[in-house]
């Protein structure tokens, strides 16, 4: 092997070891269950109760950042203090950021299903992939960062 494939090769598996470590094999462990709950509750709400579509994502949302926050900050990121203030502030800035990603998921599933009639279940899939991109690199810089 030349020594200039060997150089990309070194490149590829630093970038690799980065992008796969505990702390990301986990978020995305608890991405996937988060994203399970927000499916299954949004499938039982729309399609099953045929609530409104809005209403039915805005309660998946909820169902799934509550554990999602708990999950996050509990085995993803290992912030494992209650201290009031700490606490709070994980809890609110999770939940702001989470809003924005609500946002972002509310106005996809609208664009999605109901302007461009995409099937909702894979509209639903599609905008949880945005939404769990998204809510990692707000989580990692943002809400759980580890203090210096």
């Not at 409104?52 to 990121?77: C, G, R």
């Not at 494992?80 to 709070?88: C, E, G, H, N, V």
């Not at 950021?97 to 509209?123: C, E, F, P």
Request: charged share 15%; hydrophobic share 60%.
């Amino acid at each position: 092997m030349s020594a200039e494939k060997r150089l990309v090769m070194q490149k590829l598996m630093e970038i690799w070891k980065k992008l796969v470590n505990p702390e990301t094999v986990s978020y995305l462990v608890f991405g996937v269950l988060t994203t399970v709950i927000n499916i299954a509750a949004f499938g039982l709400l729309y399609d099953m109760l045929a609530w409104p579509l809005v209403a039915a994502n805005v309660l998946a949302w909820l169902l799934s950042v509550i554990f999602a926050f708990l999950t996050n900050k509990l085995f993803v990121f290992r912030s494992k203090s209650f201290a009031p203030r700490i606490f709070l502030r994980e809890l609110v800035s999770f939940f702001a950021a989470r809003l924005l990603s609500l946002g972002v998921d509310t106005a996809g599933m609208w664009i999605l299903v109901d302007l461009l009639l995409v099937n909702s279940w894979i509209a639903k899939i599609l905008m949880n992939v945005v939404v769990i991109i998204m809510n990692y690199v707000l989580s990692k810089l943002i809400i759980f960062k580890k203090e210096k």
